[in-house]
């Protein structure tokens, strides 16, 4: 019989309850016992929950204190020399301050870093190697968690962060390849599966997310050595789960290796589940179990059951079936726990999603209907609710259709060239060289979030709570004229985020009470759900960009999300393409761009800090990507006059792999992060001969640190080492909503200081 099978559950609890627990713990507010019992219940319930909903293979060891690999890092015992570690079994304490860093008294002691996971907004922990890195057996966590589990009655299937995709997950300091340590790290793995048979598991999911990468040889490599070995090692059935991709080249690979079962995601890459089925019965190990992902596990739409069921028919019409699973794509990690609780979402709408346990019992309906149950009723309705889907004029607006099928190339472009249009920016904003901005918000205080709460919860007017922003943007904009920023801005007071803000005010999102995703640690997101086609009924920030304008002789610089931003930030609809709902909001943002420049708002940033975590996972797919990517930004960007001056802002320091596409932007000013790693990044930009305008970041908003201007200066002086003075612009890293006014004021009248006194220099300069 084919089995329902499930390979993680969203840990942080339907109403965050590990969240606030760990932050209790972390504030000293709450004992260690207390968090553990939250932890326990919560582990229960999810177990529970997947029991209730018919699923026959369910995970244990999914849930983390924080991140899964940072449980593999204490796992096996690869904790960095800084932390003291005495070599036991590692407690709570030092696993939180591999996350978070140790402040105690004299000791400061840096967290671990953190980066994106895979091409999921989750972030890991990530792994420090070097050449003498040992490993050890140092916490029992997955053993603990099955017998817990099995305590309650539920045999589990635990799961493991694999020793490859460990080790490729990780950074070394030295000249090395991690892999190099696989020798060492294997008898850990080896014990670690021991230990599991001993407590009475009988097969364990093993995490191989690289599989879905470009592998070098060395790697492919790697596999076949980790696979032999712990394939011997114990009793238990090893699957090895794969996601977020196709495996393409590795499949060769993976047919090679000793396992008894192999996981693939079919939403992300239904098209490999031939190459699956053929290497899967034509490998010399041609009795693997084949678990067919044919839930989205990172979407939040309802599963056409019946596509999914066709796909495992065909599986099980080529291996039997015995030897077919049925799970969610990858683990439900990524997705929102429960859509029954979402009273405030319409019937019609709620009625075509499906969070975690809905997902789960999608599962069960395929599973059973391949194994001769099929509930007839529940495929009825599915299949109305994608007729529904397929027609609603929620969804589907003509116009907007026409308006992407109607777009051309010359859409995507200024009316003249960059050398063309400086100058008439020149004539019209009259800034003197290195001129000064910030990138967007100002502090987001106490008093200003909590007057939009109580806007939001009807105890503030409309009217008030206008007034109340004003007032806000009127001291912003007193103070940069007193300070002398040469462009100003409003400070984006009236925004909680920069993709929620805009989502509300256009046409086509939809927004959850609970859709909580864990993002890092106790930190979760709430992204919107693009359901339909976007659109703006009406200018979305004009008013508060006129209103900072009618305080200032200067040229205020409007505030809008680029479309790759929203899009990369949200749920966004499977029906059609990603690339043609990014268009359909860069005519959105277009549109808006167009009316801030007729209400002669002649300075506008779109901001895309998500650009570059869109790319693919494989470097054969990024051109693609890249090429829709530039043109909506481009679409947004274009159709108005030349001396209207676009800037874009983004907060990362990975330019040298994609420079060429952010050139093919076009923006007339692009503001960079480059504070921390001293301009190192400015390298990319002058290798390529960056031919606009920029602003290298020269103050780390992401520290309470305030810059002197001397420190600032020298920054400045290390960019103009390599760029023309003509273009160079004078700003902080990011927007500044996350700091306070103490550092914030001091730290913006050091800068602006900084580049008066370069100025001075320049012209000083000159005259010698
Ligand atoms: N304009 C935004 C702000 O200043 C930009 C934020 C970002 O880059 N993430 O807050
Ligand atoms: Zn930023």
């Not at 972030?123 to 603990?144: L, M, N």
């Not at 249009?421 to 910030?438: F, M």
């Not at 864990?518 to 009406?538: A, E, L, M, T």
Request: charged share 30%.
């Amino acid at each position: 019989m084919v089995k329902a099978a499930n390979l993680g559950f969203p840990r942080v609890g339907l109403n965050r309850e590990l969240k606030k627990a760990q932050e209790a713990y972390w504030k000293g507010q709450a004992s260690l016992e207390e968090l553990e019992k939250t932890a326990k219940e919560l582990r229960a319930r999810h177990w529970n929950i997947q029991k209730d909903a018919g699923i026959e293979v369910i995970p244990s060891n999914d849930f983390s204190m924080y991140d899964q690999v940072l449980d593999t890092i204490a796992m096996v015992g690869a904790i960095p020399e800084r932390y003291n570690w005495d070599g036991g079994q590692v407690d709570l304490d030092l696993f939180f301050a591999m996350a978070r860093g140790r402040q105690e008294g004299s000791t400061d002691v840096v967290a671990m870093e953190m980066t994106k996971w895979f091409d999921t907004n989750y972030h890991y922990i990530v792994p420090e190697f070097k050449a003498d890195t040992q490993f050890k057996y140092s916490r029992d966590k997955a053993v603990k968690e099955f017998e817990e589990a099995k305590a309650l009655g539920i045999e589990t299937r635990p799961v493991l962060l694999g020793p490859v995709s460990f080790l490729l997950l990780g950074k070394t300091n030295e000249n090395m390849n991690a892999l190099a340590l696989l020798d060492r790290l294997l008898p850990v793995y080896e014990e670690v599966l021991q230990k599991l048979e001993a407590a009475g598991a009988k097969e364990v999911q093993i995490d191989e997310g690289v599989l879905v990468l470009d592998l070098e040889p060395k790697a492919k490599m790697a596999f076949k050595k980790a696979y032999d070995k712990l394939a011997e090692a114990s009793g238990l059935k090893i699957t090895i789960a794969t996601y977020f991709g196709d495996l393409r080249d590795n499949l060769d690979v993976v047919k090679t290796l000793k396992v008894a079962g192999l996981h693939v995601d079919l939403m992300r890459a239904p098209e490999q589940i031939d190459d699956v089925i053929k290497a899967i019965s034509n490998g010399i190990f041609n009795d693997k179990t084949l678990s067919v992902g044919v839930v989205d596990g990172r979407n939040i739409w309802k599963t056409d059951l019946a596509k999914a069921l066709a796909k495992v028919e065909k599986a099980v019409a080529a291996l039997g079936s015995d030897r077919v699973q049925v799970a969610p794509s990858c683990s439900l990690l990524h997705s929102p726990v429960d859509l029954d609780v979402e009273d405030q979402l319409d019937d019609e709408l709620k009625n075509w999603l499906a969070f975690a346990k809905q997902k789960l019992q999608e599962v069960k309906l395929i599973t059973d209907a391949v194994n001769g149950n099929k509930d007839e009723a529940a495929f009825e309705a599915n299949k109305a609710a994608f007729d529904s889907r397929g027609s609603s004029s929620r969804i589907h607006n003509p116009a907007v259709k026409d308006r992407v099928s109607g777009l051309t190339d010359a859409d995507a472009k200024r009316n003249s060239p960059f050398d063309v249009r400086i100058e008439a920016q020149r004539e019209l904003l009259g800034l003197p060289i290195l001129p000064t901005t910030t990138i967007g918000s100002f502090p987001q205080t106490q008093d200003v979030r909590q007057a939009r709460a109580k806007f939001k919860k009807g105890e503030l007017s409309r009217a008030d709570y206008d007034s109340f922003l004003e007032q806000k943007t009127k001291e912003a904009m007193e103070w940069q004229d007193a300070i002398d920023i040469d462009v100003p801005v409003h400070g984006e007071f009236e925004r909680n985020d920069m993709v929620e803000y805009f989502g509300e005010k256009l046409d086509g999102f939809a927004f959850t009470k609970n859709g909580w995703v864990q993002s890092y640690g106790s930190r979760c997101v709430k992204p919107p759900i693009i359901f339909g086609d976007v659109s703006r009924p009406k200018a979305m920030t004009v008013r508060w960009s006129s209103y900072a304008q009618a305080q200032t002789k200067r040229p205020v610089k409007g505030m809008l999300t680029g479309p790759v931003t929203i899009l990369q930030w949200s749920f966004v609809r499977d029906d059609q393409p990603r690339e043609t709902t990014c268009k359909q909001i860069s005519l959105a943002i277009r549109d808006e761009v167009h009316d801030l420049e007729k209400a002669n708002i002649r300075v506008i940033q779109i901001d895309e800090p998500a650009l570059r975590e869109g790319l693919p996972l494989r470097k054969s797919d990024w051109d693609a990507y890249l090429k829709w990517a530039v043109d909506s930004f481009k679409i947004s960007s274009s159709g108005i006059e030349d001396a209207t001056q676009i800037h874009t802002h983004m907060c990362y320091c990975e330019f040298n792999d994609i420079i060429d596409s952010i050139a093919a932007l076009d923006a007339d000013v692009i503001s960079i992060e480059t504070s921390r790693s001293a301009m190192e990044l400015l390298d990319a930009f002058v290798n390529f001969k960056y031919p606009n305008e920029i602003g290298p970041g020269v103050y780390d908003i992401h520290s309470p640190r305030i810059p002197s201007q001397d420190e600032m200066e020298k920054l400045l002086t290390k960019a103009l080492d390599v760029l023309d003075a003509r273009q160079i612009w004078v700003n902080p890293d990011c927007g500044l909503k996350t700091r306070g006014w103490e550092e914030t004021k001091p730290a913006l009248e050091h800068m602006v200081a900084a580049a008066k006194s370069m100025r001075a220099k320049i012209e000083q300069e000159k005259a010698a």
